[in-house]
């Protein structure tokens, strides 16, 4: 895999090849569709390699203008996942991180893996003060990873996100460089 970060012995990020990783990427997709279904609503587009792959390219462009940062989770070299810096805020230095994980892959340990170290290109590659991840309140497993990276609860935002079965309240957890530098 070209272009790859590594984590740890088991856990790395790579940017995408729409042409090789589509397939792979839509297939985890495809399998753990109601699981992510419930959580996020992009899922429900995916209907398709194709799909995948315009959404792997959109991805790169955005890398390629600064925009965002979307890589694959890769798990023992095998595609595990996605995990994203969603968009740069210039006005207040920071972030927010998206990440889904294959259902397959769940209870391993890896989501938090990859969010320390998105953390840490964020914070020493992209000079960023601050990094997010929003959750939404019923999300236990995301809220968990959230927490136990390090991330403090800052509050709950009322109807934050509409998903399939409506508008749902979501947490906001926040890590600043300051608290990324003590640790």
């Not at 810096?85 to 259902?103: C, P, Q, V």
Request: glycine residues 6%.
């Amino acid at each position: 895999m070209m272009f790859q970060y590594k984590i740890d012995e088991e856990v790395s990020l790579a940017l995408p090849r729409p042409k090789i990783d589509a397939k792979a990427i839509y297939d985890l997709i495809d399998d753990s569709r109601k699981e992510l279904s419930q959580w996020l609503m992009w899922p429900v587009d995916m209907k398709n390699v194709a799909d995948e792959e315009r959404a792997l390219v959109r991805n790169l462009e955005h890398f390629g203008k600064g925009d965002s940062v979307t890589t694959i989770i890769l798990f023992n070299e095998q595609p595990a996942g996605v995990i994203s810096f969603n968009r740069f805020r210039k006005l207040d230095n920071s972030t927010e991180i998206g990440y889904w994980l294959a259902t397959k892959f769940v209870g391993k340990g890896i989501m938090q893996r990859a969010v320390t170290g998105m953390c840490e290109l964020g914070f020493n590659d992209y000079q960023v003060n601050k990094i997010e991840i929003h959750t939404a309140v019923e999300n236990a497993r995301s809220n968990r990873v959230a927490e136990k990276a390090g991330f403090h609860l800052d509050g709950l935002i009322r109807a934050n996100e509409r998903l399939e079965d409506g508008y749902h309240d979501g947490y906001i957890w926040t890590l600043l460089k300051s608290d990324w530098d003590n640790n």
